[in-house]
């Protein structure tokens, strides 16, 4: 169940993409989450544990998850301008 805070959250980052007309937040948080991929891949290529290896793997699919769901949503709000 999502908590209050949570929630408020979700909806920060959704009302922020709602209101990103020219799409730079949505290139800002894209970017962050590709640095904190390339950084993660770089960790798991200097060598880890398997357990380490399985852990980082399954971060590594939840910021490609995140991406989804940023592009997704702004996508969903700006339709008209995609078109």
């Known amino acids: 169940m999502i908590n209050s805070e ?10 922020q993409l709602l209101n990103d007309v020219d799409g730079s937040s949505r290139a800002v948080l894209n970017e962050d989450l590709q640095n904190w ?10 060598g880890v544990t398997t357990r380490q290896f399985e ?25 008209e301008i995609v078109r």
């Open 37 to 46: 991929r390339r950084s993660l891949k770089r960790h798991i290529d200097s």
């Open 6 to 15: 949570e929630e408020s959250i979700v909806l920060e980052l959704e009302e």
């Open 55 to 79: 852990a980082l793997q399954v971060l590594l699919e939840a910021i490609d998850c995140a991406t989804e769901v940023v592009d997704a949503t702004w996508m969903r709000h700006h339709r």
